[in-house]
């Protein structure tokens, strides 16, 4: 593959991601409204608009869909229902929901805290001591989430690489912040 077809992949992938937000934007709260009007769960809502989104992303897009708005109910109505399905099965209705009250209290003393200031100074002097790339690498994967393979095209190393600094950064994290 040439660089002109990783450019023009990535241009597409740059242009999908500015029409998904686009639309993230102008329906976001249309498709709130269609959910809250559905559900007694209003702390559903979110997940059930974001649910539309995920499927959105993986479908690759609207590029090829005519009436954008219609499609994106329609697949509103589809999250609607699977959620119902899922609800049916799982016997939702019948769960308990917990108030703070039946949680119990964890209260931190300020020796829990003196101790977890000093193993979050230890953990982050052990990622300072790490080589930049290294460091990069870890921080994409644990901090942006990103898996390997989109780790390994942003720093047009291999995914092996990518690995191999994960291991390197873990090792090191172990050995230094928690002996």
């Known amino acids: 593959m040439g660089d002109g077809e990783a450019d023009r992949r990535e241009a597409a992938a740059r242009d999908r991601s500015a029409r998904i937000e686009a639309l993230n934007r102008r329906y976001r709260i249309p498709l709130r409204r269609f959910f809250g009007s559905r559900t007694r769960r209003p702390d559903d809502i979110e997940d059930l608009v974001q649910e539309v989104f ?12 005519r ?3 219609n499609y994106l109910f329609m ?15 799982r016997q939702r209705s019948r769960h308990a929901t917990l108030a703070d009250h039946h949680h119990p209290v964890d209260t931190l003393s300020p020796e829990v805290v003196a101790v977890g200031r000093e193993d979050l100074r230890r953990v982050l002097v052990a990622i300072q001591e790490l080589p930049l790339r290294t460091q990069a690498i870890f921080a994409l994967q644990r901090y942006e989430e990103l898996s ?18 994960m291991m390197k950064a873990i090792a090191h994290l172990t050995r230094q912040a928690f002996r």
């Open 148 to 165: 390997y393979s989109e780790i390994a095209r942003r720093q047009g190393i291999s995914v092996s690489a990518v690995e191999k600094h």
């Open 67 to 69: 009436a954008e708005e």
């Open 75 to 89: 697949t509103a109505a589809n999250v609607w229902r699977d959620s119902g399905r899922k609800d049916m099965s």
């Open 54 to 65: 995920v499927r959105l992303i993986a479908r690759g897009g609207l590029e090829d869909v």
